[in-house]
């Protein structure tokens, strides 16, 4: 094909003439389609796409901060707000993933409610507070249900009785995890779908150009 002159008057001569041009025409569209300029395009918003997905985790990171926050505070509306901004935040803006959070303040104040719903009203309050202390460690190794009966059987054996078993506490329900939406169509979203397209743009402006070559090249052997 190089050297060719597709303007040559042999080519016209073949009883083809449109089909000539319409060859020709293809070619220059394809010439004029210079990979260099696309692979620029493609650095710059590869960049740019990597700048904002970087804004979109540190993002969710601060939001994420101010849940836990929202969670030392004990207050439940204000964990729910936190909930509701980061929730957001992640359906709206990819590469926003964050860790599953435990919801730690509430959860203390789930079994500490419970374990005092199970208190005995006649009890000793300077043994009951004793033993609660006491029973801290079991509470760390078997949950809400383990710290109740290690309290009852202390209680017990001080020759307190009536101390009741305390509601279990799922710890599961305490745990907050949200997942981050795929493609969203914010600034980074939008910047990949450039980088995507300039890619195809590329591999179709090859593959087209070598393609179109071979035809040619068979349709125009015998000149």
Same mark, same amino acid.
């Given at each position: ?6 303007r ?29 300029q ?13 700048v ?44 926003? @993933?964050? &860790?599953?959070?435990?919801l #730690? !303040? /509430? *959860? ?8 005092? +719903? @199970?208190? &005995?009203?006649?009890?000793? #309050? !300077? /043994? *009951? ?8 460690? +079991? ?47 914010d ?21 087209a ?15």
């Amino acid at each position: 094909m190089k050297g060719w002159n597709w303007r040559d008057k042999k080519y016209q001569n073949l009883g083809h003439g449109d089909a000539v041009k319409r060859d020709i025409h293809v070619l220059n569209f394809l010439k004029g389609i210079k990979i260099w300029q696309m692979l620029v395009l493609l650095l710059i918003f590869s960049m740019l796409a990597a700048v904002f997905l970087r804004l979109n985790s540190l993002g969710a990171l601060d939001l994420y901060e101010n849940l836990k926050a929202a969670d030392k505070t004990g207050d439940i509306v204000k964990v729910e707000k936190a909930a509701k901004k980061l929730q957001n935040f992640m359906a709206g803006h990819m590469n926003s @993933a964050v &860790p599953r959070l435990p919801l #730690q !303040t /509430l *959860y203390d104040q789930a079994v500490d409610k419970a374990l005092e +719903a @199970a208190k &005995p009203v006649d009890i000793d #309050q !300077t /043994l *009951y507070q004793k033993v609660t202390e006491e029973c801290a460690s +079991a509470w760390y190794s078997g949950g809400s249900r383990a710290r109740a009966r290690c309290i009852a059987e202390k209680i017990g054996a001080s020759g307190d009785s009536g101390y009741a078993e305390a509601e279990s506490i799922t710890p599961d329900a305490y745990y907050i995890e949200f997942s981050p939406t795929r493609w969203s169509l914010d600034a980074a979203g939008i910047t990949l779908f450039i980088c995507f397209l300039l890619v195809l743009t590329v591999v179709l402006r090859l593959v087209a150009a070598i393609i179109l070559r071979i035809i040619l090249k068979f349709k125009y052997r015998a000149l």
